[in-house]
C-alpha cells in the first residue's frame, strides 16, 4: 500500500487573515496539500499574535506581495 498522502498534488493560496480561513487551510496542509499563505507585507498575520490558540501556520510556506521570497513553516506542534 502507497502512502501517499489524501490530498498530494493539490496547491492552495491562504490569503484568509483570522481563525476560519487559517485553520480550514491547516488541515488541508495536514493531509498534504501544497499551502502558501500570502500575508500583508510589513505586519504579517495579525492571527500569530494569538499565542493561547493552536498554531495555524504549520505546513504552510508564507510569502508577501512583492517579495521574491518564501519562508516554509516546518513546526508541527
Request: hydrophobic share 35%.
Amino acid at each position: 500500500m502507497e502512502n501517499t498522502p489524501l490530498l498530494d498534488g493539490l496547491h492552495v493560496v491562504d490569503l484568509a487573515s483570522f481563525i476560519a480561513g487559517p485553520a480550514a487551510t491547516t488541515v488541508l496542509g495536514d493531509f498534504g496539500a501544497d499551502v502558501v499563505k500570502v500575508e500583508p507585507p510589513g505586519v504579517g498575520d495579525s492571527y500569530r499574535a494569538f499565542s493561547r490558540f493552536p498554531p495555524t501556520h504549520r505546513s504552510k510556506a508564507s510569502t508577501t506581495p512583492g517579495s521574491s521570497t518564501t519562508a516554509t513553516s516546518a513546526a508541527s506542534s
